[in-house]
């Protein structure tokens, strides 16, 4: 591993051991507040979610986010040639009628459209230790070695599903035509087909400045 993956992998430690299993409540620095593009009002409402990719500190903004999809159709446009939400790297229909968390006793009370009218996406969580790359038989995912992202090499993948039944999420996604299994790359094409700005990926050096 590089010097370069090496401090960003400090930082993406450090920030994961400081926000847990969410920021809402976490003393955040201002600055790192400002630079997610967050109020801490809106991080204490539990409005924010963020993933720790190898690359960069994915920041979705819930009060921000409005469930248009336009970052599902942005991914599957650049990434599959087509707009087809299904292969979306990136995911809010799933959570659009009762959010992340799926439906409460009280659905009411829960997200989305049924709820709080709060959406939020999910995507790969680019695991330090992917159960989607010891599950593939033809060793088809790896990490890339300028991003760190896990990448699957579609000349080695055969489509068998198996990443899919292994990754606790369900992220990587089979397209049917192609035979091959697709997900996120940190590739940031959710991030510029956002309306709203309720999406950032932040380089881990401007985290680490701002902590």
Same mark, same amino acid.
């Given at each position: ?5 090496m ?27 400002n ?19 190898p ?8 009060a921000?986010c ?13 990434n ?27 659905y ?14 999910d995507?790969? &969580?680019?695991?330090?230790?992917? *159960? @989607?790359?010891?599950? +593939? #038989?033809? %060793? !088809?995912?790896?990490?890339? /070695? ?19 039944q292994?990754c ?6 089979i ?7 697709? &997900?996120?790359?940190?590739?940031? *094409? @959710?991030?510029?087909? +956002? #309306?709203? %700005? !309720?999406?950032?990926?932040i /380089?881990w ?7």
């Amino acid at each position: 591993m590089s010097k370069n993956l090496m401090d960003k992998e400090v930082t993406r430690r450090q920030f994961m051991a400081m926000t847990g299993k969410g920021i809402a409540g976490v003393a955040i620095s201002t600055s790192l507040l400002n630079l997610m593009g967050v109020t801490r009002a809106q991080a204490d409402a539990g409005l924010v979610s963020t993933i720790a990719t190898p690359d960069y500190l994915l920041v979705a903004n819930g009060a921000k986010c409005t469930g248009c999809q336009r970052c599902e159709f942005n991914c599957s446009m650049v990434n599959e040639g087509e707009v087809r939400p299904y292969l979306s790297r990136i995911r809010v229909r799933q959570n659009m009628y009762f959010g992340a968390n799926g439906p409460t006793e009280d659905y009411r009370h829960g997200d989305g459209v049924y709820g709080s009218w709060s959406f939020g996406p999910d995507t790969c &969580k680019q695991c330090a230790d992917p *159960a @989607c790359a010891k599950a +593939c #038989p033809m %060793s !088809a995912i790896s990490a890339d /070695p300028v991003t760190g992202a896990r990448v699957i090499d579609e000349s080695a993948c055969v489509g068998c599903g198996m990443c899919v039944q292994a990754c606790p999420w369900h992220m990587p996604r089979i397209n049917p035509e192609k035979r091959k299994s697709t &997900k996120c790359i940190s590739c940031g *094409a @959710c991030v510029a087909g +956002c #309306p709203t %700005s !309720a999406l950032r990926m932040i /380089p881990w050096e401007d985290v680490a400045a701002a902590m």
